[in-house]
């Protein structure tokens, strides 16, 4: 769990958004710390291909 922003927050805010109508996605990535994604000492492959990931099928849901 992480001790900067608990997953429960995460989901409660993420819920709030879906109920107001913007579209949320909330992936919870089990065994990482917050500042996992940011922190370039910390970042593994497993990481770095998720993030590659998400930023591919974002620009592939942007396309017209």
């Not at 949320?24 to 497993?46: I, K």
Request: hydrophobic letters at 45%.
């Amino acid at each position: 769990d992480d001790a900067v922003v608990p997953v429960s927050q995460s989901r409660t805010f993420a819920a709030a958004l879906t109920k107001a109508g913007i579209p949320v996605r909330l992936d919870v990535l089990t065994g990482q710390s917050h500042s996992t994604v940011v922190d370039p000492a910390v970042v593994g492959d497993e990481i770095a291909a998720y993030v590659a990931d998400l930023a591919a099928s974002t620009r592939a849901s942007a396309s017209p």
